[in-house]
Structures are given as structure tokens and as C-alpha cells.
């Protein structure tokens, strides 16, 4: 079996959120057991607080939050956040368009001022160019995958040298569950019982609806995660028992002059007990991730640290004190010269053609708000303010309808 998204996971998560979309849009009720207008509010509302913290908590690493690119921003709210709350810049991604599409509406109920610059794209695919953002976020996004390890390579490519990947929310996989059926967000009543007799966790799952339609809905085991956080040079993780058990911190770190290390096999390893809860119960993980500033990949071997007191270790000496240019102008301005607030024409010049494999940078038309490619010559006019940044064949297979009336605007010259 491949370990990428095949084709029917991907059109499920177009087809199925377009749907979902309507009824989060609070215009036809779609799926009964999902979250309705109401419910999606107040769980965006609590998303905005969850994000919140984990900003917080990234500051105290003095990294550059900017030019930022978000994985699966879903309805945009951890962007629109981090640009309302830190002044920053970049792009809220997905593979739905109309996902997408409902920030228009969620922008203002949630009172933000401005609206992300937002790309509809694959992830394996990201549409820009390679070593080109400082801070690259996910959130509740990698276990629609088979395997994250191929999205975290494609991270680790756009990535800037030094920068920084965070994700959080995704699960680690727990060893016994009957998994007897799938169940919606929303329980039905045998369920709730199940649940205040603490077993409906072991003998049933959640993502029904995501199921019925194609989507992928993961949980991954520590061997996996460990395997796919491999892809980064240093790593900083912390798994959490479901739903309230012990919180166990796990580090990879060089000891000095890194990135001349490599991890040891089985570095992502809670102590015994931890490891029983978690296996169990099965659990979360969260990670901050970051590449080195060369941009080669470190040699093997050697100078490996495992410690299972993360506490006497400050962010400076785990991660080293090395900064980007931008760092020492202030947290989270600049990486641009000047400091000042990007240009547009700056944050389309990490922009990068999804069609050529070379990934050459996009020019940007003013006059007529389009992207073009310099080597294939395609355009890319932006739809209510999205971008669709496919190849050309993804974009037939997954967006057909738009490419029928598109047509006409995308130029294909020799
Ligand atoms: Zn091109």
C-alpha cells in the first residue's frame, strides 16, 4: 500500500468538506451527527483560545513567527489569529476550496480584522519555493494522511534553513480498541452511556462521517511518529495520554555544535508506566520541529541527548542560540529587510509554480491579480481571494468544474 493520500482520499476531503461547509455556513443542515452551525462556532471559538496558547508558548523559543504558512487551515482561524494577534503574514492552506471560502464568514463572527492570504493546494505539493519560510504550522491535519512522514519532508523542504515546523492535535495510536464502529462528533444516546461507563473509548471511533467519505481518519503509533520526526534536526515532542493521563516529554537534541548529530533509534520513548497509559489509552502528540541552518542534511552519528528532564533545559541551549537575521530585530518581525510589514509582491515571491518540478517562483501581475510561471507560462487567477495553486493535473482531477470555467483564463502557451 502507497503511504501518500491516494486519489479517492483526496476528492473526499474536496467533496465531503464542501458539503460540511454548507452547514458550518449555517445554510442546509448536511451530516445531523457533525457539528452544526452553532456547535462548529463555539468549537472555532475554543480552537481560537487553543491556538492561543500554543503561540504563547512558541514565543518563549524567540522564533520568527513570519512570513508564517499554515498546513490545513481548514476555516482559517489560526492564521487570522496569528496575523490579528502578532502582526504577522503568510498563507492559510488546504486542499479545500471550500473550507477555504467559509473564512469569509467566520472572519467576522470571530471579529478579526484581516484576512490571510489563502492558496488552495496538495501538501505533497506545496506551491513554494524550496529553503523559503522561517515558521510552518498544523494543527489537527496530518492524520488524514496514511503516513505523515511524506507531508513532513515536503515540510522540511519549503522550510527555511533554521526555521521552524509546530504541529499539535494529532494522535498517538492506542493498542486496544474493538473499534466496533465509527462515531460522529455528536453522540447518540447509547453512546453517551458507553461514554460515563468510561468503555465507549475502547470499543468504538471517531470520524464517522470523515469515513463514509473517503477520508482518512489515523491515529499513529510512537515507532511511526518517531520515524517520521526523523525528517527534522532537532525535535522537541510531547505526548499526552488521552484523555487526561500524565504528560510525558520526550526530547532529541545535539548536545553542541549541532547539526552534526543524529538520533538514536528509539528516542521517542516515555518511561514504562507512561508507555503502558498511552498504549492504552492511546494519546496526543505535539512537536516543534526545526531544520538546520545548513542546508544540508547533518552527517550520521554521534552527540545524540536523551533526557527525560526537559525542564533544566532552557530553549536557548536545547535548540541552540543560533538566530535567523530576523530574530535579532525583535520575535516575531522581520526576516525581510527593513522589518517592516510585508509587501504583497514579498510574500508572492515565495510563491513557486505547482505544475514545473523545478519549482521556479511566480511572477505577479498587478493590473490583473494573477500568477504566472515563467517555464510552463500557466496563469493562476485567484477565485474570491484563493488561489488555487494545483499542477494541472491535480487540478482537473480535483476541482473539475473550475477548470471547465477556467478555461478560457488559463493560458497555455508553448
Ligand atoms: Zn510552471
Known amino acids: 500500500m502507497s503511504n501518500l493520500q491516494n486519489l479517492r482520499n483526496q476528492q473526499g476531503e474536496v467533496n465531503f468538506r464542501r458539503k460540511l461547509a454548507k452547514q458550518f455556513a449555517g445554510q ?147 493498542m486496544i480498541n474493538l ?80 547539526p552534526q548529530y543524529h538520533p538514536v533509534r528509539g528516542w521517542l520513548n516515555p518511561p514504562l508506566y507512561k508507555n503502558i497509559l498511552l498504549q492504552i489509552l492511546g494519546g496526543g502528540i505535539e512537536a516543534l520541529c526545526k531544520k538546520s541552518e545548513k542546508e544540508a542534511k547533518p552527517p550520521i552519528q554521534k552527540n545524540v541527548v536523551q533526557s527525560s528532564a526537559p525542564h533544566n533545559i532552557t530553549s536557548e541551549n536545547f535548540y541552540g542560540a543560533r538566530q535567523t537575521p530576523s530574530e535579532s530585530r525583535g520575535r516575531t518581525r522581520g526576516f525581510f529587510e527593513g522589518g517592516e510589514r510585508l509587501s504583497e509582491q514579498k510574500l508572492f515571491e515565495l510563491l513557486a509554480c505547482p505544475n514545473c518540478k523545478q519549482k521556479p517562483g511566480l511572477n505577479y501581475h498587478k493590473s490583473t491579480k494573477t500568477l504566472s510561471c515563467p517555464i510552463c507560462k500557466t496563469t493562476y487567477k485567484s477565485k474570491n481571494g484563493i488561489f488555487m495553486l494545483f499542477s494541472r493535473e491535480q487540478m482537473a482531477k480535483l476541482y473539475p468544474e473550475k477548470v471547465k470555467g477556467q478555461k478560457s483564463k488559463v493560458k497555455i502557451s508553448s
Open 28 to 174: 442546509e443542515v448536511m451530516y445531523p451527527g457533525e457539528p452544526s452551525y452553532k456547535q462548529n462556532l463555539s468549537i472555532i471559538r475554543g480552537r481560537v483560545k487553543d491556538y492561543k496558547r500554543y503561540f504563547k508558548s512558541l514565543i518563549s523559543h524567540e522564533m520568527t513567527l513570519e512570513p508564517y504558512l499554515e498546513i490545513g487551515s481548514g476555516i482559517g482561524q489560526g492564521a487570522m489569529f496569528l496575523e490579528d494577534q502578532y502582526k504577522t503574514q503568510g498563507f492559510a492552506t488546504d486542499i479545500s476550496y471550500d473550507t477555504l471560502l467559509l473564512a469569509n464568514h467566520y472572519k467576522d463572527k470571530l471579529h478579526f480584522k484581516k484576512m490571510p492570504f489563502r492558496v488552495c493546494c496538495d501538501v505533497y505539493n506545496l506551491p513554494f519555493k524550496t529553503n523559503s519560510l522561517p515558521f510552518i504550522f498544523t494543527v489537527e491535519t496530518l492524520h488524514h494522511f496514511p503516513d505523515p512522514k511524506p507531508v513532513l519532508e515536503e515540510i522540511y523542504r519549503v522550510l527555511a534553513p533554521g526555521g521552524y515546523f509546530y504541529f499539535n492535535e494529532e494522535p498517538v495510536a492506542q
Open 179 to 258: 473499534n466496533l464502529w465509527q462515531r460522529d462528533r455528536n453522540l447518540r444516546w447509547f453512546e453517551k452511556i458507553l461514554r460515563s461507563l468510561l468503555v465507549l473509548h475502547f470499543i468504538s471511533k471517531i470520524g464517522k462521517s470523515e469515513i463514509e467519505n473517503n477520508i482518512l481518519e489515523e491515529a499513529f503509533s510512537l515507532k511511526t511518529w518517531e520515524k517520521t520526526l526523523n525528517v527534522f534536526d532537532a525535535v522537541q515532542a510531547t505526548l499526552k495520554a488521552f484523555p487526561y493521563g500524565p504528560i510525558s516529554v520526550q526530547i532529541k537534541t545535539p548536545k553542541k555544535g549541532w
